[in-house]
């Protein structure tokens, strides 16, 4: 029995595998995130607690009978003593040494690519690639929207809104991009942009990248729109070219890459996703996601306990994680 964790913001997700690649048990819990509050890391180890007992009761089995577990849980890494406090806390619950984390880069990563060598480039709120290559693994990316996250939904969203405070001013011609943030922010003086997104929204980072889908609603219509969006593709293909590069891919050598999150349902950012990485000396070859990151992270448990699932357990797998 192999075990994977995906935690998150807003929900945690537990699979539980054989090594045939048959679900076992597959639970949802609430969000992991170690900064919602103040005893952040207790609140995880309390939510992994109860998703553990969960699957095991679905499963019909005890904690002895996981034989490795996989955890990525977000900022593990990002903040001094969190391998050591989220580790730790992940030891309580199981009970036992059988485990590694990391953060949930790695389980979108194995959930992509099926816990096998290549690069996985996730655009959500945020962004960052996380890659494995022979034994080598590299993260790039996923600073932050302060110094970073380029390419994903919330810097599309601010330069959105800095294409509409340039368009409201003259400083460039107003195009659809314009309209369609004031109908967004349902403003009636342009000004009021800064009391919705500043006051209303406080500059929460979830409020503001859900403003991206009104860039590739008018991209087509509006040249502005469509240069953010092809920005966008170009910054997120570097981060699987530089990932590529750490870790040594050898650039005669096809390295598939995968892609998670919203943003890469818009066609201009794909198309330009694309192009970029073909103009890149590595061979990079576009790959379909294959898991959801908690069968993915399942996936990787089993190639961490030394056992890693066949072929045929991976497309099983795959079959089953996409129609639960």
Known sequence: MFLGIDGGGTKTSLCLIDLDGTVRGRVRMP????????????????????GVREVNRVAGIGLDDIHYTFAGLPTFGEWAGSEE???????????????????????????????RDGINVIAGTGSMSYGVWNGR????????????????????AARALQAFSMMADGREPRGELYTAVRARLGIDRDLDAVGVVHGDWAGRRDRVAALAPVVSTVAAEDPAAARILQDAGRALARLAAVAATRIGCPAGDETRVSTSGSVFGAEEVRAAFAQSLSDEPH?????????????????YAARLSGTPLSDAALSRLATVAAAA
């Open 137 to 156: 693994s590299v993260r790039v990316g996923g600073w932050g929207e302060i110094f970073g996250d380029e390419g994903s939904a919330y810097w599309i």
């Open 283 to 299: 061979a990079f070859a576009l790959a379909a996601p294959m898991l959801p990151p908690d069968a993915g992270a399942a996936a």
């Open 31 to 50: 969000g992991s995130y170690p900064f919602a509050d103040a005893d952040g890391v207790g609140r995880v180890a309390e939510v992994l607690a109860a």
């Open 85 to 115: 406090a989220l580790s730790g806390a992940v030891a309580t619950v199981l009970g036992t040494d059988r485990f590694s984390c990391g953060d949930d880069s790695v389980a979108a990563w194995a959930g992509s690519l099926g816990a």
